[in-house]
C-alpha cells in the first residue's frame, strides 16, 4: 500500500510523492502537498511584488498602485479561489487589465510562454515615431521590427494606428 497523508493547506489526503521532501519534520515531508506549496509561493510573491518596496519587481506592481483584493490576504481564501478557477501547476498568475489590482475579476492563470506573449512590450515615444517613419519611408515591417528587435506584428499595429495612436509622426 502506498503511503499517503493528509495536506494541511487543502485538506485532501494525497501519496506522499505528492509532498515536497523536509527533513526538519517528523515524517521528513511538508505538511502542505506540492500544489498548496506552489500556490502559497503565488501568493507570498504576488504579496511582494505589490507591498516589499524592496522587491525588485515592486515599482510596476505596487510603485504604480497595484493592490490585492481584502479577501485574497487570507491564504487559504486565495488558495481556494485559484483551485475553483482553473488555476494548475506550472500556471503563472496574470491580471487582464495590466492597470489593475489582484482581484478575481481582473485574474487569469496564463503558461509562462503566453504571459511574456501577452505583456506588450513597451515601446517609448522616440520608438514608436522612429517605427512609424520607417514603415511610411516604404521600409518592409519585418525589417523594421528587426531594426526595433520587435515583433513584426507589434510593427503593423503601431503603423495602422492600432496602439500607440495618439503618438503622430
Ligand atoms: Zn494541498
Redesign the pocket.
Given at each position: 500500500m502506498r503511503a499517503s497523508k493528509k495536506?494541511?493547506?487543502?485538506?485532501?489526503v494525497?501519496s506522499t510523492d505528492?509532498f515536497y521532501v523536509n527533513n526538519a519534520s517528523v515524517d521528513k515531508l511538508q505538511v502542505?502537498?506540492?500544489?498548496?506549496?506552489k500556490l502559497r509561493i503565488v501568493w507570498s510573491d504576488m504579496k511582494r511584488r505589490c507591498y516589499d518596496k524592496t522587491n525588485s519587481h515592486y515599482s510596476r506592481y505596487g510603485g504604480r498602485g497595484i493592490a490585492i483584493c481584502k479577501a485574497w490576504s487570507s491564504l487559504d481564501v486565495f488558495m481556494e479561489w485559484c483551485k475553483a478557477n482553473g488555476w494548475r501547476e506550472g500556471l503563472t498568475i496574470d491580471r487582464v487589465d495590466n492597470d489593475g489590482d489582484y482581484t478575481p475579476r481582473n485574474v487569469r492563470f496564463l503558461t509562462r510562454k503566453e504571459n511574456t506573449k501577452n505583456r506588450p512590450h513597451k515601446l517609448c515615444e522616440v520608438e514608436v515615431r522612429a517605427i512609424k517613419h520607417w514603415c511610411k519611408t516604404g521600409m518592409t515591417q519585418a525589417k523594421v521590427a528587426k531594426l526595433f528587435g520587435v515583433s513584426p506584428s507589434l510593427v503593423s499595429k503601431v503603423f495602422q494606428g492600432e496602439i500607440y495612436a495618439s503618438i503622430s509622426l
Open positions: 495536506c494541511s493547506g487543502c485538506q485532501e494525497k505528492m502542505c502537498c506540492k500544489l498548496c506549496d
